[in-house]
């Protein structure tokens, strides 16, 4: 397959880097949602449960650190343009019987482009805040299954993904 018939669009004709042009796009409501897990020892899960962590709160404290991830993503993600979000949800859920988090983010903006790479860096941000906050008691935590689970907007209008949400 050459470069011009690739699907990957962050590279020229002549397989450079770059940042895709998005002007002549519309501006459509455009929504992701992306979900993640991290598991952890019983006794970590309590710590967190019963708020009795040495750092707090560790699910308020990471719901701040993931709607950050979420607002500084074009910082983190050379290629992804900087764009106004209008709002970002993130809820956790205690999974007591898989030793787990599950973290859930769904972000929103009018504009040109998607916010993908803003739902799935908010949901990586938490996790990793809430790894940050409990390693002293437990350095085997393990975050796995971040993922897209939808998106909504946009000439590709909507998609959601076939896997287990």
């Known amino acids: 397959m050459s470069i011009q018939d690739s699907p990957l669009t962050h590279f020229d ?3 450079q880097a770059h940042m895709v042009d ?7 409501h455009r929504i992701a949602v992306a979900a993640g897990t991290i598991r952890m020892k019983p006794e970590t899960l309590e710590l967190i449960r019963s708020g ?25 993600v050379p290629l992804c343009h900087p764009l106004p979000i209008t ?5 956790f859920e205690v999974d007591a019987a898989n030793h787990s988090v599950h973290c859930r983010a769904q972000v929103e903006t009018v504009g040109k482009t998607g916010v993908e790479m803003e739902a799935l860096t908010a949901v990586q941000v938490g996790l990793l805040t809430i790894y940050d906050m409990c390693k002293a008691a437990d ?27």
């Open 52 to 76: 009795s962590a040495k750092k707090g709160d560790v699910l308020g404290i990471a719901r701040i650190a993931a709607i950050m991830g979420a607002k500084r993503t074009s910082d983190l």
């Open 139 to 165: 350095r085997g935590m393990v975050m796995t299954n971040v993922r897209v689970l939808e998106k909504h907007g946009g000439k590709s209008g909507d998609w959601t993904a076939e896997i287990d949400k």
């Open 13 to 15: 004709a002549a397989g």
């Open 22 to 28: 998005v002007g002549a796009k519309q501006e459509t």
């Open 87 to 91: 709002r970002v949800t993130v809820d």
